[in-house]
């Protein structure tokens, strides 16, 4: 992760707050699942990519959580100070809108898997003709490729393309999406070219991503705000494997996911609290989906089709 993250106390807090007080020249409140999340910034660029990502809530309602984002000539590039008792994180130097968006997410993650049993996932679910998958991989595994690539499909629907939250109710995870619009690299338009239009007409920074209204590209009718999740896909990149395909019980999968830190780098608190509570939600996820792990060494094409047979999309 090219970001530090430290914990700090909400006495330090408070003299951050008073610290950068002078640079917050704009001021935005947005719901994140039910959460108020504000940012606070002098940033123009950085509220216009906000106020893209998120959905907008009442001014009056009182914030959940709270994002700085600031410039600190005296201080290192890309740290992030957050205080878990005010929910406040404090984004100092950071040149990258994406870590902004992901831990506006991580702060909502945080006061709703303390406070509502809601589980943050890092990866992608879609809705393939009414039962969810969730697909999930460490950086440059593929899920953003293979969730672009299952949505040229017209069975195929998405909730999220990132980030999702998951809520335990029976024998069901119920997973929720909670972003308006998506955020996409240029390098998309490469791989598959039904979406090269839609990276053309989207305003890219200067690391090649830019938030998207995807439906230009799929329609309204397919962006659908939950699911029910009956797949789990964990994908990986090892040339050294010659097992492309392979089902997983849920131990094995569990085991993968604590080793690659549940495939999240923008958790904020990696306590042993919250350790135990993330493995016992994804212990009840991992024992309620058939799972799945896919190796995309091959071709985006050749990994789709191994996909696709994991779905029954003949």
């Not at 896909?233 to 492309?244: P, S």
């Not at 993330?278 to 212990?283: E, G, S, T």
Request: hydrophobic share 40%; net charge negative; aromatic share 10%.
């Amino acid at each position: 992760m090219a970001y530090s993250i430290v914990l700090m106390t909400i006495d330090r807090k408070q003299e951050l707050a008073e610290k950068y007080a002078d640079q917050v020249l704009y001021e935005v409140k947005s719901e994140i699942y039910g959460c108020c999340i504000k940012l606070l910034t002098g940033e123009r660029e950085v509220r216009d990519r906000w106020m893209d990502s998120f959905y907008n809530i009442s001014q009056s309602v009182r914030s959940h959580g709270r994002l700085y984002v600031v410039q600190d000539p005296a201080d290192g590039q890309n740290q992030v100070y957050y205080d878990p008792q005010s929910k406040t994180a404090f984004l100092v130097n950071v040149d990258y809108y994406g870590w902004v968006k992901s831990l506006a997410l991580s702060v909502a993650g945080d006061v709703l898997e303390d406070e509502h049993s809601i589980y943050s996932v890092h990866g992608a679910c879609l809705d393939v003709e009414g039962r969810g998958l969730a697909i999930l991989g460490g950086s440059g595994a593929g899920k953003t490729t293979h969730t672009y690539g299952l949505l040229r499909d017209l069975r195929v629907r998405v909730v999220s393309d990132d980030w999702f939250f998951c809520r335990v109710y029976g024998r069901d995870i119920l997973a929720f999406g909670s972003e308006k619009n998506f955020y996409i690299r240029s390098e998309l338009a490469g791989i598959w070219k039904e979406f090269a239009w839609l990276v053309e007409r989207s305003r890219m920074d200067a690391q090649g991503r830019g938030v998207i209204d995807l439906r230009w590209a799929v329609g309204k009718g397919r962006i659908l705000p939950l699911t029910t999740l009956y797949t789990l896909i964990i994908l990986k990149r090892d040339d050294q494997d010659r097992e492309a395909l392979r089902r997983l019980e849920p131990a094995e999968a569990l085991r993968l996911l604590e080793e690659g830190g549940y495939f999240n780098p923008h958790l904020l608190v990696k306590t042993e609290f919250k350790h135990r509570l993330r493995n016992l939600f994804f212990l009840e996820l991992l024992e309620r989906v058939q799972i799945w792990q896919v190796n995309t060494v091959g071709s985006p094409e050749e990994s789709q089709e191994l996909i696709r047979q994991v779905l029954n999309m003949a």
